[in-house]
């Protein structure tokens, strides 16, 4: 596509449910990042996808967190017995290659709600 | 690591200039970014400097200096429109951008 596809937009959740959040990344970008952003908070990175590379995964904050991405395609970012303090949107960006030096482009956002 | 410093909030006035600064450290520099972010929307690419200098684009403008670790956004002709957040990012380990909390930027008449 166009751009970055994300879904669902918005998402409510009852504290420790499961939830599945996807990135569909422009079409020939090898790179996909995850970042998080509280409200009122700058951007955290929590994951990164480079090909068939194995992932980045160092700014994941705990073992609920993980996500998968299948090749250059999409990826999807499972957040399981969610916590409240795991409310905030979820920003999924791609770049044309493992250098970045080209700027992300960003989604539009999963803003995830668990009360 | 990689360490970012903006302020926090900075009010303009409408067709005024406007100077956003970022200090940053880190290991091995690859290049500084500028993105805006409006209330509710994704960041969007502004800049790139890699180079000491001023970099013009339009109404923005971008200046980096690799010896003191200093970037500043200049944005003139301020309108209302560019009430956003600017976020300063440089690239880390693993080709991840590491971002700075943004500094909110009001434009009022």
């Known amino acids: 596509g166009a751009g970055v596809s994300q879904s669902p937009s918005n998402k409510v959740t009852e504290k420790g449910k499961d939830v599945e959040l996807r990135c569909d990344p422009i079409?020939?970008?090898?790179?996909l990042y995850w970042y998080r952003q509280r409200l009122g908070q700058g951007l955290e990175f929590l994951i990164y996808?480079?090909?068939?590379?194995?992932?980045?995964k160092s700014g994941l904050p705990s073992d609920r967190f993980s996500a998968e991405r299948t090749g250059e395609s999409v990826s999807t970012l499972t957040i399981q017995r969610t916590q409240q303090e795991d409310s905030a949107v979820y920003l999924c960006?791609?770049?044309?290659?493992?250098?970045?030096?080209?700027?992300?482009?960003f989604g539009s956002g999963t803003r995830l709600t668990v009360v | 690591g990689q360490n970012i410093d903006q302020p926090t909030e900075m009010t303009a006035t409408e067709g005024a200039i406007v100077q956003i600064n970022c200090t940053y450290q880190?290991?091995?520099?690859?290049?500084l970014f500028w993105y805006q972010q409006h209330a509710g929307e994704a960041p969007t690419f502004l800049s790139y400097?890699?180079?000491?200098g001023l970099e013009e684009k339009g109404r923005f403008s971008s200046f980096l200096s690799r010896s003191k670790g200093y970037s500043y956004l200049l944005l003139k002709e301020l309108q209302m429109k560019d009430s956003a957040s600017y976020l300063c990012?440089?690239?880390?380990?693993?080709?991840?951008?590491?971002f700075g909390t943004g500094t909110q930027l009001k434009v009022e008449l």
């Open positions: 960006a791609s770049s044309v290659d493992n250098t970045g030096l080209d700027g992300y482009t």
């Open positions: 079409s020939g970008h090898t790179a």
């Open positions: 996808f480079q090909g068939n590379s194995a992932p980045d």
């Open positions: 880190t290991s091995g520099f690859n290049g």
């Open positions: 400097n890699v180079l000491d």
């Open positions: 990012a440089v690239p880390g380990g693993g080709n991840k951008l590491t």
